[in-house]
């Protein structure tokens, strides 16, 4: 590029950070290992937890403030979300799913907010924990509502004919109980590990370019008009992943209640 | 790599896997993006082309529309985290 | 996190962690640890903050949310069947007011149709009454009328003859016995009548 090779002629090279960099964090008090991530995952408690106590300290039948945040959550995760994928039985979840959309979205959304510009779900640890969690909540919903015969349901399914069981039976293992699990957990975790990966790129960009000689300053409007837009694309990402996790769960669990074949 | 190329660009055995390595990751996501884009482009279109249809459920299949879209890249993603597996590690 | 950029010989460095730095991303020298690998005390710390949300979530700040919106939409499904009631209601008194009015205004109508044949009676009564007078009336004219016309023609008939037999005496020059040519005048006169 030849964006590189004048840099290099003056002496200097466009130097990326390593991945280390961007994503690991160093321990702000040791002994606990509590670093950067870990303080996001205790404000996606906190946070959530202090709108949710303001909202149910007001009294009137008609909801205002920080009252229409909370009830707008609760109405949008009840009707988009459970009554989509599991039906009106499933109220009894609306805590849990709640929970991860408002875990999942606020560790996503401090990807944008300026003091900690990480998604604290660019870690897989966060993704990993939450699907494991989300696993064992549909195999034990299964298990508790139909018993061991729950596993028979879903490694042998009705109406296929007994011959093909030898296919099908090992791609319903892998497939249920192996790469659920994973493939809920990477979704979020490659979304916002290369989203994170994008807007800093942007960013180096943009303080490279800032630098160099004043010819060059035509160069600064794609690059941070780049950053600006992509920091947009970015809110939206950290959504529509929250939303998908939540509502993935969802399936899950209610194709644990109600298995469709 | 090609014997040959390693000859030719006189690289010992460390260099020579970070190469491999670097080639494989472009070709991983490269190759994890094909299917993914043509799947999103279709799904959009019907989507589109469902909500020209029919105006009153634009809401519904808009919603449709993005939870397809999640699942489609997710695919992708895949390849990009191979991606990443490949090149710093 | 540490962004380093060497143009010109110069370093900006915005740095707020102290780092080891190695001049291109792959390790060659040192370890780096594998980026998709979780970290032990992160999924902890996830592992912990969840579930402290979740146990909140469930037992202390959903129920009165939950509470809250189920007071208001029973509120509402009350107001509104309050409302049908009213607009019910509403129906009901309007049919009884359409039904006194048709009733009343039938009274009226019945009370027009009795007059108008009492008054149709009474017209009929008098126009009888009336017509009897005029056909006596002209009765008795018509009764006078022929009396004082058969008075007349007898006079007229009497002169007729006296001048006939006048007549008749110049003519034939001898005097004529006016009774005994009373027959004969007679019978010409009632000829003539025919």
């Known amino acids: ?261 | 790599m090609s014997i040959a190329a390693q000859v030719l660009a006189q690289l010992d055995g460390a260099e020579t896997k970070a190469a491999a390595a670097a080639e494989g990751a472009g070709f991983a996501y490269g190759l994890a993006a094909i299917g993914p884009g043509i799947g999103i482009g279709y799904l959009v279109g019907q989507a589109v082309q469902a909500m020209a249809r029919q105006p009153e459920s634009a809401g519904q299949v808009q919603t449709t529309m993005f939870l397809g879209v999640a699942f489609t890249e997710a695919l992708a993603l895949i390849g990009f985290v191979v991606f990443i597996l490949l090149k710093f590690a | ?194």
């Open chain 3, 1 to 194: 996190m540490t962004i380093s950029i060497t143009i010109d010989g110069e370093e900006l460095a915005l740095a707020f962690a102290d780092e080891e730095h190695s001049e291109d991303g792959e390790a060659t020298a040192e370890e780096v640890p594998n980026p998709v690998i979780p970290e032990i005390n992160e999924m902890l710390w996830a592992l912990g903050s969840f579930l402290a949300l979740w146990g909140l979530m469930k037992f202390v700040l959903l129920p009165p949310l939950l509470k809250l919106r189920a007071e208001r939409e029973a509120k509402v499904a009350s107001d509104r069947e309050a409302a049908d009631r009213a607009h019910q209601a509403l129906g009901e008194v309007q049919d009884e007011y359409n039904a006194s009015l048709a009733s009343a205004r039938a009274e009226a109508d019945g009370i027009i149709e009795a007059a108008r044949s009492e008054a149709a009676d009474y017209r009929s009564t008098v126009m009888a009454g009336a017509t009897t007078e005029i056909s006596e009336m002209r009765s008795d004219a018509a009764s006078g009328l022929d009396d004082s016309r058969s008075a007349a023609i007898d006079s007229m008939k009497g002169d007729v003859g006296d001048i006939a037999v006048a007549a008749a005496s110049a003519v034939l020059g001898k005097n004529l016995d006016r009774g005994a040519q009373q027959g004969a005048i007679d019978a010409a006169l009632s000829g003539g009548d025919e």
């Open chain 1, 1 to 261: 590029m030849s964006l590189l090779l004048a840099a290099e002629s003056e002496g200097g090279g466009l130097e990326f950070p390593s991945l280390t960099q961007l994503v690991e964090w160093p321990d702000i008090i040791d002994p606990i290992g509590f670093n950067k991530i870990a303080l996001i995952h205790v404000l996606s408690v906190v946070v959530p937890a202090l709108i949710f106590f303001l909202a149910s300290r007001q009294k009137s039948l008609v909801p205002s403030g920080v009252r229409t945040i909370a009830e707008g959550t609760i109405e949008f995760v009840e009707k988009q979300i459970i009554m989509q994928a599991i039906g009106p039985d499933g109220m009894k979840y609306l805590p849990v799913l709640l929970s991860y959309f408002l875990f999942v979205f606020f560790g996503n959304i401090t990807e944008v907010i300026p003091f900690f510009q990480m998604p604290a779900n660019a870690r897989i640890a966060g993704p990993i924990v939450l699907a494991l969690i989300s696993w064992a909540m549909y195999i034990g919903i299964g298990v508790k509502n139909h018993g061991m015969g729950y596993f028979k349901e879903v490694l042998f399914p009705p109406g296929v004919p007994p011959a093909l069981y030898i296919l099908v039976t090992p791609i319903e293992l892998l497939s249920n109980f192996i790469l659920r699990p994973f493939s809920h957990a990477v979704r979020l975790f490659a979304n916002m590990l290369a989203g994170h990966i994008l807007l800093v790129t942007f960013g180096v960009l943009s303080i490279t370019v800032a630098g160099m000689a004043i010819g060059w300053i035509w160069l600064e409007v794609f690059t941070f008009g780049g950053l600006v837009a992509f920091t947009a694309f970015e809110m939206f990402v950290s959504l529509i992943q929250a939303f998908v996790f939540t509502i993935l769960a969802a399936v899950y669990i209610g194709g644990s209640l109600h298995p469709a074949h």
